[in-house]
């Protein structure tokens, strides 16, 4: 009954690990770091990892001419805005749950993919987006007070969510036959590029050298998050449905509250474990009833 094979699993559980602690380490870094620029030192650093994975994989790097635009336009809506919108909102939300906005994701996936493409979810589906909205309200129970002091802050990230869940949308119902971790190095060589302009344009009079903690937290986003993790979303999101693929990392706001506990020392309420449940009942009402072919690993460069 379970829609992802073993080779997709194997792709989401390391995902959504190394995804989740990475909010508490982002949180740490760009409080003593400005923010686009380790966003920009971290995609930087992170592009020839990817770029040594495409080798050691043998993925072609070519994109026909024509497939540019396409490709433009995925990144935009995946990467840039994304990236650019969810760094600069981060400071000014509580740590540990800055995350929760940004999981909004899977309910602005559906909204897109009902407005835009006429998609129809069954019952469960529809289940499992409720639940999941359900979760983020509560998660959210306790944030309310500090969101109220930078509500840009929240705007931003939740506009963040709503253009990453409509990039997923279009990454899944792209025609193009460019492979899609050639797909990946590309878009996360334009947003390398829009990430490094603006930070020499808007923070450069606040450049000095990283402390530790700071390079530390650059190594792991530039290894795992750019390197790992942005393959295997990318690759999750065109091998499976838009819904199924958004719910399906739903757990990662989970990992960040725990890990901003264990890290911080904030407060575990009722509220937060209430929404795991959710969210657990979420992944199960959208991923155990879903019938998908299965998708050899090899898809992620052939697709």
Same mark, same amino acid.
Request: contains cysteine; glycine residues 6%.
């Given at each position: 009954?379970a829609?992802?094979?073993?080779?997709?699993?194997?792709?989401?559980?390391?995902?959504?690990?190394?995804?989740g602690i990475?909010?508490?380490?982002?949180?740490?870094?760009?409080?003593g770091?400005p923010?686009?620029?380790?966003?920009?030192?971290?995609?930087v650093?992170?592009?020839?990892c990817?770029?040594l994975?495409?080798?050691?994989l043998?993925v072609?790097l070519?994109v026909?001419?024509?497939?540019?635009?396409?490709?433009?336009k995925l990144?935009?809506?995946?990467m840039?805005?994304?990236h650019?919108l969810?760094i600069?909102?981060l400071?000014?939300?509580?740590?540990?749950?800055?995350a929760?906005?940004?999981?909004?994701m899977p309910v602005?996936?559906?909204?897109?993919?009902?407005?835009?493409?006429?998609? *129809?979810?069954?019952?469960?589906q529809t289940?499992?987006?409720?639940?999941?909205?359900?979760a983020v309200?509560?998660l959210?129970?306790?944030?309310?007070?500090h969101?109220?002091?930078?509500?840009?802050?929240?705007?931003?990230?939740?506009v963040?969510?709503?253009?990453?869940a409509?990039g997923?949308q279009?990454l899944? *119902?792209?025609?193009?036959p460019?492979?899609?971790?050639?797909?990946?190095?590309?878009?996360?060589?334009?947003?390398?590029?829009?990430?490094c302009?603006?930070a020499?344009?808007?923070?450069?009079?606040?450049?000095?050298?990283?402390?530790t903690?700071v390079l530390?937290?650059?190594a792991?986003?530039?290894?795992?998050?750019?390197?790992?993790c942005?393959a295997g979303?990318?690759?999750?999101s065109?091998?499976l449905p838009p819904?199924?693929?958004?719910?399906?990392?739903?757990?990662?706001?989970?990992e960040g509250?725990l890990?901003?506990?264990?890290?911080?020392?904030e407060?575990?309420y009722?509220?937060?474990?209430?929404?795991m449940?959710?969210?657990?009942?979420?992944?199960a009402?959208?991923?155990l009833t879903?019938r998908?072919?299965?998708?050899?690993?090899?898809?992620?460069?052939?697709t």
């Amino acid at each position: 009954m379970a829609s992802l094979t073993p080779r997709q699993w194997l792709v989401l559980v390391p995902m959504t690990l190394l995804w989740g602690i990475n909010w508490p380490i982002m949180k740490l870094a760009v409080t003593g770091f400005p923010p686009l620029s380790f966003r920009a030192l971290s995609i930087v650093l992170g592009l020839p990892c990817l770029a040594l994975a495409l080798k050691l994989l043998k993925v072609p790097l070519a994109v026909p001419r024509h497939q540019w635009p396409e490709l433009a336009k995925l990144a935009l809506t995946n990467m840039v805005i994304w990236h650019v919108l969810a760094i600069l909102a981060l400071p000014h939300l509580a740590s540990g749950r800055a995350a929760i906005l940004a999981y909004t994701m899977p309910v602005f996936s559906a909204l897109w993919g009902l407005a835009l493409w006429g998609d *129809r979810l069954t019952m469960r589906q529809t289940l499992g987006v409720l639940l999941a909205g359900l979760a983020v309200l509560l998660l959210m129970w306790h944030e309310l007070g500090h969101l109220g002091g930078a509500p840009w802050a929240a705007g931003a990230m939740l506009v963040a969510a709503a253009a990453w869940a409509l990039g997923s949308q279009q990454l899944r *119902r792209t025609t193009s036959p460019v492979p899609t971790l050639a797909i990946t190095f590309w878009m996360t060589a334009i947003t390398a590029l829009v990430l490094c302009s603006l930070a020499v344009a808007l923070e450069q009079d606040r450049w000095h050298a990283p402390t530790t903690p700071v390079l530390l937290a650059v190594a792991y986003n530039a290894v795992a998050i750019f390197g790992f993790c942005q393959a295997g979303l990318f690759y999750l999101s065109r091998t499976l449905p838009p819904v199924a693929s958004s719910i399906s990392i739903m757990v990662i706001p989970v990992e960040g509250i725990l890990a901003a506990t264990l890290c911080f020392g904030e407060p575990l309420y009722w509220q937060d474990v209430a929404a795991m449940g959710l969210i657990v009942a979420a992944i199960a009402a959208v991923m155990l009833t879903l019938r998908k072919r299965a998708v050899p690993l090899p898809a992620l460069i052939e697709t």
